[in-house]
């Protein structure tokens, strides 16, 4: 009876004579032999520093040259990476006056009828600079009043009177 000694955990194991003369008679179990043929490198994930298997094309394809060992890993760098211009959906930070308002906890109703339907509640600047996002220059308006006060002058009158 051939015993052989396995080549990734050097457990011993019966190794059948044909299979052995084939050169097949290398590993005592499948998860050895898959962890045999394995052609990648093991590398430290980019984040917690713990050691990862990546396959060979996981190694080629990878733009960055940093890998991970989970999901989890790669959304914490790539949230503290991919952020401010560097975010592939930023727009010159004109679009983030939804959440400035939302930050202050503004309650969500119009500034001119007072309706409290969040389904119609648009956001409106006051000096019209769609760049200028400060808390002060935001207002909650409705989209019936929105539209009132940018095509009727005496509308945006009545907005800055009841302002001050």
């Not at 050097?10 to 179990?29: L, V």
């Not at 080629?60 to 989890?72: D, L, N």
């Not at 949230?79 to 983030?96: D, L, R, Y």
């Not at 109703?109 to 996002?133: G, M, P, Q, S, W």
Request: glycine share 4%; hydrophobic share 30%; proline share 2%.
């Amino acid at each position: 009876m051939p015993i052989i000694e396995c080549k990734i955990c050097s457990k011993e194991f019966y190794g059948k004579p044909y299979h052995i003369k084939k050169g097949q008679a290398k590993y005592c179990s499948q998860a050895c032999m898959r962890v045999g043929s394995r052609t990648g490198k093991i590398v430290n994930c980019h984040s917690c520093n713990k050691e990862v298997y990546k396959t060979v094309k996981a190694l080629r394809i990878s733009k960055s040259k940093t890998y991970f060992c989970t999901k989890s890993c790669q959304t914490k760098w790539r949230n503290s990476v991919f952020i401010g211009p560097k975010h592939a959906n930023w727009k010159e930070g004109k679009h983030s006056y939804r959440s400035v308002i939302n930050r202050y906890k503004v309650p969500k109703k119009c500034n001119l009828c007072k309706t409290e339907d969040f389904r119609i509640i648009a956001v409106h600047h006051i000096d019209r600079d769609r760049k200028n996002n400060s808390i002060a220059n935001l207002m909650y308006l409705c989209h019936n009043c929105h539209f009132l006060i940018h095509h009727y002058k005496n509308e945006e009158r009545k907005l800055m009177e009841a302002l001050v």
